[in-house]
C-alpha cells in the first residue's frame, strides 16, 4: 500500500510540473510569423506547349504517265537537283513504235481526204449542170466531211502519241534534294490507274516547317508572328527558334479530342533538321523582359481572419487612419465594415496584396497586374522592386499556416 501511495503522489506531482510550465503559453496573444517574396526585375512569359512534325516547305512526289520498262535512273538518294534535270528514262521502243503508227495513219486520212476532195469537186459540177441526182451529191459531201474528220482524228492521235514518248523521260519539277527513291533499273511500271511514285523532291531544306496539333483550348491565344522555340529527339540540347507561319482552320478529331494545325517557320542553315523529326515547341503568347516580377502566390494569399479582426480593432483603438472610413472611432466594429469573404470584386487585372512593413504588421496594397503565367504574375503599378509581399503566415501556437486563396480582389483594405 504505501508503494502504491507513492506512486499516485508521484504522478500528482509530475502532472501539476507539466501545468506549471504549460500554463503561460495558454496565457499568450497569438504571435503570427510571415513567409515573404520580394519584387524583383526579370523576364515573364506566357506560353502554349505543342507537339508536332519537322517537313519540308515544299514535297513533290514525281511519277510516270505512261507505262514502261525503266531503262536508266539518272539520280539516287540525296542528291541535289535543278528543274528540268533528267531523272530516268522509260524504253522509248513502244512508245516511237505508236508514234510511227499514228503518222502512217495521219498519212493514210490525207491520201483518202485528197480523194474524197476530188471526188466532191467533180460531182458538185455536174450536180451544178442537173447531170446526177441529189442522192449521189449528198453521198459525195458526206465522203468529203467524214474525210476531213479522220484526218484530224489521226493527227490527235499522233499527237497524243508524240506526248507519250516525251513522258518516257522524267524531269526534277523544282530544284531540291531527293528524299526518296522508288524504282531501279529493269523494273516495269504501270500507269493504268494511277500514277506511280518513283521519286520524292524536297525543295530547299535549309528553310523548313513545322506542323503542330494545339490543343482547342489554347488556339485562341496563338497569333500569326509569334515566337516559337523548339527541341528535337536528335539535338536534345539545342533549342531551334522559329515563329508561327499559319494557324489552320479546318479541325483534327482524334478521339473525341480536338486539335489544329498551326505551321511554324523552322531556319535551318545547317541542315541539322531533318524531314520527319518530331518538334516539342513553345509558343510564346505573352512575353516582357527586365520588368516586375512577383510569385504567384502572393496574389492568392488572403491573412487570417483572425489577423484581420486584431488589425481592425487595433486600428480602431488608437483612431481613424489613413484610408479607414470617415467618422469610425471607438473600439467596436461597425455593421457597416464588409467582412472578408463577402467583398465586392475588383476590376479585371487588379488585386489585391499584402506587404509587411518594418514593424511585422501588414498593409494591403492594390496592384495592376499584366502578364500571368501561373506560378508568377507582371505588376505594372503599386509596388517597388524590392517590396517584401507576404505569400503565407503562420500562428506558432496553432501550429498551422495560411495561405489561403482569396477572391479575385482579395480582402479590402483598411
Not at 510571415?34 to 502554349?48: L, R, S
Not at 523548339?230 to 507561319?245: A, I
Amino acid at each position: 500500500m504505501k508503494k502504491k501511495a507513492l506512486i499516485i503522489v508521484g504522478l500528482i506531482a509530475a502532472a501539476l510540473i507539466v501545468l506549471a510550465v504549460f500554463r503561460p503559453f495558454k496565457e499568450k496573444t497569438a504571435e503570427f510569423t510571415f513567409e515573404t517574396v520580394k519584387v524583383a526585375k526579370g523576364d515573364i512569359t506566357n506560353t502554349v506547349t505543342s507537339t508536332g512534325t519537322l517537313e519540308a516547305i515544299t514535297t513533290v512526289e514525281v511519277g510516270t504517265q505512261v507505262s514502261g520498262i525503266i531503262e536508266h535512273v539518272y539520280v539516287d538518294f540525296n542528291d541535289n537537283v535543278k528543274q528540268g534535270q533528267v531523272l530516268a528514262r522509260l524504253d522509248e521502243t513502244p512508245l516511237r513504235a505508236q508514234v510511227e503508227q499514228s503518222q502512217a495513219s495521219v498519212d493514210q486520212a490525207r491520201a483518202q481526204l485528197d480523194f474524197q476532195e476530188a471526188t466532191y469537186n467533180r460531182m458538185k459540177a455536174l450536180y451544178e449542170k442537173n447531170l446526177i441526182a441529189q442522192a449521189d451529191y449528198d453521198q459525195a459531201v458526206y465522203n468529203y466531211q467524214n474525210s476531213k474528220a479522220s484526218l484530224n482524228n489521226a493527227k490527235s492521235a499522233f499527237d497524243r502519241a508524240k506526248v507519250n514518248l516525251a513522258y518516257a523521260t522524267i524531269y526534277s519539277p523544282i530544284d531540291g534534294v531527293v528524299l526518296n527513291r522508288a524504282i531501279e533499273e529493269g523494273q516495269t511500271v504501270a500507269a493504268s490507274f494511277n500514277t506511280p511514285e518513283m521519286f520524292t523532291i524536297a525543295n530547299d531544306l535549309t528553310r523548313m516547317e513545322v506542323q503542330a496539333s494545339v490543343d482547342e483550348a489554347d488556339i485562341g491565344q496563338v497569333k500569326l508572328g509569334q515566337r516559337v522555340q523548339f527541341t528535337v529527339d536528335s539535338y536534345p540540347d539545342e533549342k531551334f527558334e522559329g515563329s508561327v507561319s499559319q494557324v489552320r482552320l479546318k479541325p483534327v478529331t482524334t478521339n473525341n479530342v480536338v486539335t489544329y494545325v498551326v505551321i511554324f517557320s523552322a531556319p535551318n542553315p545547317d541542315k541539322k533538321l531533318m524531314p520527319g523529326m518530331t518538334a516539342s515547341a513553345t509558343i510564346f503568347i505573352d512575353e516582357k523582359h527586365n520588368t516586375l516580377v512577383l510569385s504567384g502566390k502572393a496574389v492568392r494569399f488572403t491573412p487570417d481572419s483572425e489577423y484581420l479582426m486584431k488589425m481592425m480593432k487595433e486600428a480602431m483603438k488608437n483612431g481613424p487612419a489613413e484610408g479607414m472610413p470617415a467618422g469610425m472611432t471607438g473600439g467596436s466594429i461597425p455593421e457597416s465594415m464588409p467582412q472578408p469573404g463577402s467583398l465586392p470584386e475588383l476590376p479585371e487585372g487588379v488585386r489585391t496584396v499584402w506587404v509587411k512593413n518594418s514593424d511585422n504588421s501588414l498593409k494591403p496594397v492594390i496592384i495592376q497586374l499584366g502578364i500571368q503565367n501561373g506560378s508568377n504574375v507582371e505588376v505594372l503599378s503599386g509596388l517597388n522592386e524590392g517590396d517584401e509581399v507576404v505569400v503565407a503566415m503562420t500562428d506558432p501556437l496553432k501550429k498551422s499556416t495560411t495561405s489561403r486563396a482569396g477572391g479575385p480582389g482579395g480582402p479590402m483594405p483598411f
